[in-house]
T-cell receptor
Framework: EPEVTQTPSHQVTQMGQEVILRCVPI?????FYWYRQILGQKVEFLVS????????KSEIFDDQFSVERPDGSNFTLKIRSTKLEDSAMYFC?????????????FGSGTQLSVL | GQQLNQSPQSMFIQEGEDVSMNCTSS?????WLWYKQDPGEGPVLLIA?????ELTSNGRLTAQFGITRKDSFLNISASIPSDVGIYFC???????????FGDGTTLTVKP
């Protein structure tokens, strides 16, 4: 089965540093998402992306966050100046082009640790 | 924003027992989803429900979309050790990819 690939699996950074989390969605998918999960908590929606622009974003996704699809295969999440509370597992997800194709494929996540 | 209340928070059961967990919401959803998450992995979709009242099975799993569109349950019959994990309900209202997740039910199955 096709899968969403995320790199790195674990990222450690100092507070205030910029990080870029990378994702390769499934190749024929058109809708892309970032979710995060703080340790022991629920999965939370961050942002959705379609047709090279943000479709919707949550309150968590403030000015420190940005997303980009720099080429035909990668989808990145950038955090400009990391804070301690940004420590979480970040999941990328993608789905196909049908509105009813709600099966989201999640990647295995990037564990971000901000020290 | 929309909130989902998922219960129970955790369950400890013997292998072979049946399991039931549910989610309720203060607002309606158009789609209910149930995911399982193993340690260090992303959520994997188990069952998707599209219509109020719908009852869907996937092997030993059965889930229902509540008539009011504000609740859903998941049943697992004859549990086995590999059922261990965290089960999340999730609701979707408009965007089929933007999901609101419940807090999760941690299932432990004792052989």
């Amino acid at each position: 089965e096709p899968e969403v690939t995320q790199t790195p699996s674990h990222q450690v950074t100092q507070m205030g540093q910029e990080v870029i989390l990378r994702c390769v969605p499934i190749s024929n998918h058109l809708y892309f998402y970032w979710y995060r999960q703080i340790l022991g908590q629920k999965v939370e929606f961050l942002v959705s992306f379609y047709n090279n622009e943000i479709s919707e974003k949550s309150e968590i996704f403030d000015d420190q966050f940005s997303v980009e699809r720099p080429d035909g295969s990668n989808f990145t999440l950038k955090i400009r100046s990391t804070k301690l509370e940004d420590s979480a597992m970040y999941f990328c997800a993608s789905r196909g082009d049908s509105r009813r194709n709600e099966k989201l494929f999640f990647g295995s996540g990037t564990q971000l640790s901000v020290l | 924003g929309q909130q989902l209340n998922q219960s129970p928070q955790s369950m400890f059961i013997q292998e072979g027992e049946d399991v039931s967990m549910n989610c309720t919401s203060s607002s309606i959803f158009n789609t209910w989803l149930w995911y399982k998450q193993d340690p260090g992995e992303g959520p994997v979709l188990l069952i998707a429900l599209y219509k109020a009242g719908e009852l869907t099975s996937n092997g030993r799993l059965t889930a229902q979309f509540g008539i009011t569109r504000k609740d859903s349950f998941l049943n697992i019959s004859a549990s086995i050790p590999s059922d261990v994990g965290i089960y999340f309900c999730a609701g979707q209202y408009r965007d089929a990819g933007k999901s609101t997740f419940g807090d999760g039910t941690t299932l432990t199955v004792k052989p």
